[in-house]
């Protein structure tokens, strides 16, 4: 029950941020992946930025040339050890997260606070 209340209502871009930062934590203690990872997404932000045209006046779209270059993007982290770092954080964050909510102690007055911001929220 707790895990649901405190991963659902209160703590989610929390939880967001310690993955992500566990993530790229994990991918800065190997370089090697962290070029990597540099090298697929700027292959992938320059293919979507060229015009590439399939035959004379009509144009690739966006999601074509994504489709395209995420799974060579894919085969680049994979084979650089890259994607095992980065799952590696994302295990690592969802460790902690989990132990966080897992062992995190209610107060009332935690409990106020949180009913007085998602109503503050609302309005």
Known sequence: VCVRVNCHRYFRGNYIVVLCTFVVFALCL??????????AV???LILLVLKIESSPDHEISKEYKLAASLPVAILILFTS??????LYGVLLGMLASIVHMVFRTRTIKSRINTVYEENKLSR
Do not use: T
């Open 42 to 44: 700027s292959c992938i």
């Open 81 to 86: 050890g890259a994607l095992f770092w980065a």
């Open 30 to 39: 190997n370089p090697k992946s962290l070029l990597a990872v540099m090298f």
